[in-house]
Antibody
Framework: QVQLQESGPGLVKPSETLSLTCTVS????????WSWIRQSPGKGLEWIGY???????NYNPSLKSRVTMSVDTSTNQFSLRLDSVTAADTAVYYC??????????WGRGTLVTVSS | QTVVTQEPSFSASPGGTVTLTCGLS?????????PSWYQQTPGQTPRTLIH???TRSSGVPDRFSGSILGNKAALTITGAQADDESDYYC??????????FGGGTKLTVL
């Protein structure tokens, strides 16, 4: 079955860039929208944005100025870049597939801590 | 910016019926927002319960149902069980092609 796995540094310094990759296994990245969602410790879920397999994107307006997403269909991966991070960006970051009108598949999530 | 509202907490008795709601800070929720609902227990990945207002995801018991009630989306749990104790999130699709999560409802069953 299709599985998602996030990877990337667990610790990022303030003002630097957070970079994460999601690897899709057991299925193709083509034909779907792929999202990043985060959850700050003890808080709710926040949609960061999506990327379609063709490369088109849309981002949460509150993060738009700092977010870039990319996709590589040859490796079945998509990525998140979040610039100029602060402590407020400390969160568990999930990658997810947007299936029939829901986030139907989720990665296990990866904790990213912003600290010097 | 649009805010999606949910009850911060809700308490239910075992065997009882629970209705959690998902509203908008401005305006009404409709099927055009394609409401979806997720269950998350502490330390776990969210699990999809309902999409497109009222379609249950694969493997979800029919105790869970979705609807539009008045100007809000609703998740109803019929016959609440102890292991339904979780956080529940709704998500709405907005016309600007973005998705907005509600703040979540912490359901206690006791």
């Amino acid at each position: 079955q299709v599985q998602l796995q996030e990877s990337g540094p667990g610790l990022v310094k303030p003002s630097e860039t957070l970079s994460l990759t999601c690897t899709v296994s057991g299925g193709s990245i083509s034909g779907y929208f792929w999202s990043w969602i985060r959850q700050s410790p003890g808080k709710g879920l926040e949609w960061i944005g999506y990327i379609y397999y063709t490369g088109s994107t849309n981002y949460n307006p509150s993060l738009k100025s700092r977010v870039t997403m990319s996709v590589d269909t040859s490796t079945n991966q998509f990525s998140l870049r979040l610039d100029s991070v602060t402590a407020a960006d400390t969160a568990v970051y999930y990658c997810a597939r947007y299936g029939p009108w829901s986030f139907d598949l989720w990665g296990r999530g990866t904790l990213v801590t912003v600290s010097s | 910016q649009t805010v999606v509202t949910q009850e911060p907490s809700f308490s239910a008795s075992p065997g009882g019926t629970v209705t959690l709601t998902c509203g908008l800070s401005s305006g009404s929720v409709s099927t055009s927002h394609y409401p979806s609902w997720y269950q998350q227990t502490p330390g776990q990945t969210p699990r999809t319960l309902i999409h497109s207002t009222n379609t249950r995801s694969s493997g979800v018991p029919d105790r869970f149902s979705g609807s539009i009630l008045g100007n809000k989306a609703a998740l109803t749990i019929t016959g609440a069980q102890a292991d339904d104790e979780s956080d529940y999130y709704c998500v709405l699709y907005m016309s600007s092609d973005i998705y907005v999560f509600g703040g979540g409802t912490k359901l206690t069953v006791l």
